[in-house]
């Protein structure tokens, strides 16, 4: 029983932390973390395949680099090392952003008339207790999302602004 207590525990000051980083993110980072959050409203669909096939590229990349690196010689697994360490920061980059704007978008649907941050962790909330829902959570939500949020952040790097004359 009190595993059970205390998994409820950590996973309420997980949210806590994730709705405090997602919150300095958006403060932060305010146009690029808008951005993407426009990108997921308009192509939610486009976004699920960019981010899917960008993750699975750069993610079996760096799994091949580190697995290389830990048979090898001390100088080879520094050289190895190193741009799977890059990789893997970008692609957390790149997902940080992405959640930052798929809990702001829904914080703004669940709660329209509230400010901006309590919209923010109130999406933090939902979104984390439901990736924390055994299996269906785990296992369609959460990659569901942080696929989303990766192509979104990819196409709003490379999608121009509209100017109106």
């Known amino acids: 029983m009190t595993d059970i207590l205390r998994m409820f525990l950590i996973i309420i000051l997980l ?16 146009n690029r973390a808008a951005k993407t959050q426009r990108v997921i409203m308009a192509m939610p669909g486009r976004s699920f395949g960019v981010g899917l096939v ?11 680099l580190f697995s290389v690196a830990e048979n090898a010689g001390s100088l080879v697994k520094v050289i190895l090392t ?24 829904l914080g703004e649907r669940i709660l329209p008339e509230v400010t901006s941050w309590k919209r923010t962790a109130f999406g933090t909330a939902v979104l984390s207790f439901a990736c924390a829902f055994p299996f269906a959570g785990w296992f369609l939500l959460f990659p569901y ?5 990766i192509g979104a952040f990819i196409l709003g ?3 121009r602004e ?4």
């Open 15 to 30: 949210t806590l932390a994730l709705a405090a980083f997602f919150l300095v993110i958006g403060a932060l980072f305010t």
């Open 54 to 64: 960008n993750f699975a590229f750069f993610g079996v990349i760096a799994l091949v």
């Open 82 to 105: 190193i741009p799977a360490l890059l990789i893997t920061a970008a692609l957390v980059i790149m997902l940080s952003f992405g959640l930052t704007g798929m809990v702001s978008l």
């Open 145 to 149: 999302v942080g696929f989303v949020g």
């Open 157 to 159: 790097l490379f999608q």
């Open 162 to 165: 509209i100017t109106k004359p």
